[in-house]
Every structure is written in C-alpha cells, then in structure tokens.
Nanobody
C-alpha cells in the first residue's frame, strides 16, 4: 500500500518560514520524481516544485527564490523549505509521487496570516 504522509504545516506570519516534509512508503522512492503541489478553494491544484530521482529540481514562478525542494532517498522523504512566506501562499499543500505512477498525499494546510 502506497502512503505519502505530509507534516510541518500550520499558521505562520508573513515573512516567516515553514518546512514541509513528506514521508513515502510502498514505492521504490529512489526512482520517483517527487513533487509538491498546492490548492486553494475554487482553483485548480498547481505545481509548486518537483525533484527528479537524481536531484534535478524545478520550481514554478511563485516558488522561485523562496522555496527549496530536497529529497533524501535513504529516508524516503521529500521536503519543501518555504521562506519569506506571503499571504498568497496560503493553501493546502500536497505531496505527490509523479512518475512512473501517480500518488498523492492527503494534504496539509499552510496559512500565512498576521
């Protein structure tokens, strides 16, 4: 059974930082491209960043310069370090195992508010 379990979300003030972590089980983690997505009510889920098996990372424009994705293939984890958070970063964040097969975590709330 595949499980992706996110942790580390919560409430943070604008300008603050959070680190999301995703623990994967039931997959051969080292061969998967892993991603972080986010979704706000009424909008489509959007890619934030992903990282390939070899560590090559990709960021969408909202994440560039503020977020860092990393993975630990020994621990089967993928993290998203988020700095200088803005109110518009408020969303439910989802961990995803993207390829070769697609799996999703249950999502975790991140709220950026003063």
């Amino acid at each position: 059974q595949v499980q992706l379990v996110e942790s580390g979300g919560g409430l943070v003030q604008p300008g603050g930082s959070l680190r999301l972590s995703c623990a994967a089980s039931g997959i051969i983690f080292s061969i998967y491209t892993m991603g972080w997505y986010r979704q706000v009510p009424g909008k489509q889920r959007e890619l934030v960043a992903n990282i390939g098996p070899g560590g090559r990372d990709y960021y969408t424009d909202p994440a560039k310069g503020r977020f860092t994705i990393s993975r630990d293939n020994a621990k089967n984890t993928v993290d998203l370090q988020m700095n200088n958070l803005k109110p518009e970063d408020t969303a439910v964040y989802y961990c995803s195992a993207e390829a070769p097969f697609s799996y999703w975590g249950q999502g975790i709330q991140v709220t950026v508010s003063s």
